[in-house]
């Protein structure tokens, strides 16, 4: 089994949501949060404010932790070849402070952009978007909500 420590980014403003376009070994792109593994001896805080500089192009602020999500992908369902993938994500409520969306460059996001929430649903896209969302809206106490099923539209 492989792991990994991720930080993920939930910027929402005026009703939407900032979405990065990720483009897997597979090929077919999908949208995700701004966010990614957490580099060795590096804090969750800072790794995330790192994201979304290198996957948008701006500059954020923390505003506040929103919970952890863990999951256990199947090796037949993953993006890439290999075993089963533990992921373990770490998702912040952030602002944007400055910068001008861009694509990452030499990366595997692209098109940065601002979503409306309600129109997330017609969109392909990673299960980490409705938990950001949902952990966003809602602030469980627990920081924790119940698992996205993952199918259709939604990826893991």
Same mark, same amino acid.
């Given at each position: 089994? =492989? ?15 900032? &979405?990065a376009r990720y483009?897997? $070994? =597979? ?6 949060? $701004? ?6 001896? /590096?804090? $969750?805080?800072?790794?995330? @404010? ?12 923390? /505003? ?20 089963? %993938?533990?992921?373990?994500? @770490?998702?912040? !409520?952030? !602002? ?5 969306? !861009?694509?990452?460059?030499?990366? !595997? ?7 409306? @929430? $309600? ?6 896209? =990673? =299960? &980490? ?5 949902t952990l966003s ?16 539209l939604i990826q %893991?």
């Amino acid at each position: 089994m =492989s792991f990994r420590l991720a930080a993920y980014a939930v910027c929402v403003e005026d009703g939407r949501v900032l &979405l990065a376009r990720y483009i897997p $070994p =597979s090929g077919e792109p999908l949208w995700t949060l $701004p966010g990614g593994r957490v580099e060795h001896a /590096e804090d $969750p805080l800072d790794a995330v @404010i790192r994201e979304v500089a290198e996957e948008t192009g701006c500059d954020a602020a923390v /505003e506040r932790l929103l919970g952890v999500d863990s999951r256990v992908i199947p090796a037949a369902e993953r993006n890439v070849p290999g075993p089963e %993938h533990h992921n373990v994500g @770490i998702f912040y !409520r952030i !602002r944007i402070l400055g910068g001008q969306l !861009r694509p990452e460059p030499n990366g !595997r996001t692209d098109e940065p952009t601002w979503t409306p @929430i $309600p129109d997330v649903a017609g969109l392909r896209r =990673s =299960s &980490l978007v409705d938990i950001g969302i949902t952990l966003s809206l809602t602030l469980p106490a627990t920081g924790h909500v119940a698992p996205v099923s993952v199918g259709g539209l939604i990826q %893991h």
